[in-house]
């Protein structure tokens, strides 16, 4: 479907401009350099300028503004530094039903902070900027690292990371070389991932001692070889199968990733001695309805239970979802804008918590300082944002109006989805670490009958099918889906909770 075109202004309607002074002074420079005629009202400037006779006032006096006036289009340019007049800004726009335009300023294309493309224009020529800022995106200044901290656990250490080429993992590799470890180890079982991230590594950190292994976790003798070989003294382990719908086709898989990939690096961190292990789990471990979710709340309870028998300091890091990562709504609904839409939304009503892929992996690294062993940390998300207004949000920072420039489609919950997520059940105790940006919740490991009783269930289940004439990750279905139900037995899958509700 084409999209039409983005709405303008023409000589018989109304445009303002909003920024700081360097901005207005852009737009005006823009407007001439592109012949542009439309009618310019006025602008709302940062600071007052008593001798502008254009200046319609500053940007506090725009709500009261648009009580009055219905302009066509606000053309906003403001620096990349103020976020939050931004985040203002396009509220009061969205509450009034003005169309906006985003032009980066002059001084963020030079300095490399924004991208200015033309990936459109009006029919005035007026461009629209490709580049989205996440933090804007979500409305969301993450918080300053304890530096200090963060030093003692990596500093002239040996690190290693599962699942490096990821979304998470490549930057956790990239914060880790700015605390100078003595060697990063980078594990991936992709080679084209592994390749692209020891080359970023290499590109960014000349000097930095690295080794990049293509490797899957999954086989432990493997792993046990690899960490004797490396002995690495901390471990990120963010190797994992996220995809929800995906993973409900594919229960073994997520068994065999998420469980056994686990089991298979923390058993050898054990038995090699590495100092400390940090898990990524995820918000979907609990009251999973999800065999996603349920596969990382069953390797949390692992990890909780092996810390109870080691001298490794284990810990996990919970947190939501992550903006721009693959398979994040960010880069569907770019793929889905560049081919005209419509962008897709599951529902109305569902909600998601959120933080950027920098945020998220500076505070996983931070937990890291914290730990003493056994504690799952929660990274303070925020609130949960509806997802329809993100995408709506999304659609105007493009300089489009939703459902007018750039159809929204509804499809419907797809299987192990639920309408909204949690960080931690009702019964826990949270409690405060020294960053304002996480918090812990210090449980007891699971029983030992009852880890030893999940561990027996699920390696016959692995050797049986292993012994058979196919491989364990075709077991068949059922039974591995009853297994999962018996270890994590608060799991109620999607669909039961939509027949409930």
């Known amino acids: 479907m084409t999209p039409n075109k983005p709405q303008s202004c023409t000589s018989d309607e109304s445009c303002i401009f909003i920024g700081d002074h360097a901005g207005i002074g852009y737009l005006q420079s823009l407007m001439r350099i592109t012949g542009n005629t439309m009618a310019i ?13 254009m200046q ?25 530094s103020q976020r939050a007049v931004m985040t203002q800004v396009t509220r009061i726009l969205a509450q009034f039903e003005v169309t906006c335009r985003l032009i980066p300023t002059f001084e963020d294309q030079l300095t490399g902070k924004v991208r200015s ?20 995106l979500i409305s969301r200044e993450p ?12 500093e002239n250490k040996s690190v290693l990371l599962t699942g490096a080429g990821g979304s998470i993992g490549s930057e956790l590799a990239r914060i880790v070389c700015r605390f100078k470890p003595s060697k990063l180890i980078l594990v991936e079982r992709s080679e084209n991932s592994l390749f692209e991230i020891d080359r970023r590594i290499a590109r960014e950190f000349p000097d930095q001692q690295r080794r990049a292994v293509l490797h899957d976790i999954t086989d432990p003798s493997h792993t046990l070889a690899m960490m004797t070989k490396h002995k690495p003294d901390v471990i990120f382990h963010a190797a994992a199968h996220k995809h929800v719908p995906m ?34 789990s995820s918000d979907k471990a609990v009251n999973p309805s999800s065999v996603m979710g349920a596969t990382k709340r069953m390797a949390e309870r692992y990890i909780q239970w092996l810390n109870s028998h080691s001298d490794t300091v284990y810990s996990m890091v919970r947190f939501g979802n992550v903006l721009g990562s693959a398979c994040s709504v960010l880069p569907i609904w770019s793929n889905q804008l560049a081919q005209g839409g419509p962008l897709t939304v599951t529902h109305k009503d ?40 993100l995408c ?31 960080l931690a ?51 068949d279905s059922a039974a591995v889906l009853a297994a999962i139900r018996m270890a994590v037995p608060e799991m109620i899958p999607s669909a039961e909770r939509a027949v409930a509700s």
């Open 41 to 53: 009202d006025g602008w709302f400037a940062t600071v007052v300028n008593r001798h502008d006779a």
């Open 247 to 280: 993973m409900e086709d594919h229960p073994s898989e997520a068994v065999e990733n998420n469980f056994f990939g686990t089991r298979s690096v923390a058993d050898a961190a054990n038995a090699v001695g590495v100092g400390r292990f940090v898990m990524i």
């Open 117 to 136: 493309q033309l990936v459109g224009t009006s029919e005035n020529n007026v461009p629209i900027t490709q580049n989205i800022d996440t933090v804007q």
């Open 56 to 80: 319609l006032g500053v940007i506090e006096d725009l709500a009261a503004y648009l009580t009055t006036h219905q302009p066509a289009l606000a053309l906003i340019c403001l620096p990349s």
């Open 425 to 475: 059940y009702d019964s826990e105790a949270m409690l405060p670490t020294p960053h304002a940006s996480i918090r812990l919740w210090k449980t007891h490991p699971p029983m030992e009958a009852q880890m030893q009783q999940i561990i027996r269930a699920f390696d016959k289940l692995r050797d049986k099918s292993a012994a058979s004439d196919h491989h364990w990750q075709h077991a």
């Open 143 to 154: 918080r300053p690292l304890d530096e200090r901290a963060i030093k003692l656990v990596i």
């Open 350 to 389: 569902m909600t998601r918590y959120f933080m950027t892929i920098p945020e998220a992996a500076g505070l996983v690294i931070q937990s890291a300082a914290y730990a003493s062993g056994g504690e799952v940390f929660l990274l303070d998300m925020g609130q949960p944002i509806n997802i329809l207004e």
């Open 392 to 422: 709506k949000r999304f659609v105007r920072m493009h300089g489009m109006e939703p459902d007018i420039d750039m159809p929204i489609k509804i499809t419907g919950i797809r299987p192990g989805e639920k309408l909204f997520e949690e």
